[in-house]
């Protein structure tokens, strides 16, 4: 199976901030990356998908990139609805996999 | 607007069964593969089981092959996951999601969810 690692599993941040979150792939997996967003309670929503391209209705805070075995999301400014959990999951090679998470906490 | 239902879930023994349901409207379901993930309590998700639109693929995680069965009934606008010799560590939130489809292909990202159904597990 394709591990995904995410890096840091938790982030103390500010409004305003710049945010960058790192997933990492065990093996090449192209730009068949995508990333959500969770809150406690709701299902995952969805932002990115193939490692760049954004997801209609997402604000343009949100970007992402890279390909094969690293990747990134960047919040280039927190707003105070960020604060969430975030996933990346890749879906290249069966078993489709996510990764553990990063909590983006308000510092 | 696209909106998906679970059903279903409950409080089952280790050994039992339990069939859940997903009810979808506001899109031409019969277009769109459909999957089930899960996401045990206070852990991250984990995807379960993926059905093309016309039911001729499918795909299991290691850990339920032989155990659950998904399947789809496009007239009834509905996905299924019918789960058996339940375990412990098969209790979850089970979410059904809709693929992301664009220029005519369907991948493997998840673009609608519904808002989980909760199993349990325990004796």
């Known amino acids: 199976d394709v591990q995904m690692t995410q890096s840091p599993s938790t982030l103390s941040a500010s409004v305003g901030d710049r945010v960058t979150i790192t997933c990492r792939a065990s093996?090449?997996?192209?730009?068949?990356l995508a990333w959500y967003q969770q809150k406690p309670g709701k299902a995952p929503k969805f932002l990115i998908y193939?490692?760049?391209s954004l997801h209609s209705g997402v604000p343009s805070r949100f970007s992402g990139s890279g390909s094969g075995t690293e990747f990134t999301l960047t919040i280039s400014s927190l707003q105070p609805d960020d604060f969430a959990t975030y996933y990346c999951?890749?879906?290249?090679?069966?078993?489709?996999?996510f990764g553990q998470g990063t909590k983006v906490e308000i510092k | 607007e696209v909106h998906l239902v679970e059903s279903g879930g409950g409080l089952v023994q280790p050994g039992g069964s339990l069939r859940l349901s997903c009810a979808a409207s506001?899109?031409?379901?019969?277009?769109?593969?459909m999957s089930w993930v899960r996401q045990a309590p206070g852990k991250g998700l984990e995807w379960v089981s993926y059905?093309?639109?016309?039911?001729?693929?499918?795909y299991y995680v290691a850990s339920v092959e032989g155990r659950f069965t998904i399947s789809r009934d496009n007239a009834k606008n509905s996905l299924y996951l019918q789960m058996n010799s339940l375990r412990d560590e098969d209790t979850a939130v089970y979410y059904c999601?809709?693929?992301?489809?664009?220029?005519?292909?369907?991948?493997?990202?998840?673009?609608?969810w519904g808002q989980g159904t909760l199993v349990t597990v325990s004796s």
């Open positions: 999951q890749q879906y290249n090679i069966y078993p489709w996999t």
């Open positions: 506001g899109f031409t379901f019969s277009t769109y593969s």
């Open positions: 059905i093309s639109s016309s039911s001729s693929t499918i």
């Open positions: 093996q090449s997996i192209s730009s068949w």
């Open positions: 193939k490692a760049s």
């Open positions: 999601a809709r693929a992301y489809c664009g220029g005519g292909s369907c991948y493997g990202s998840f673009d609608s």
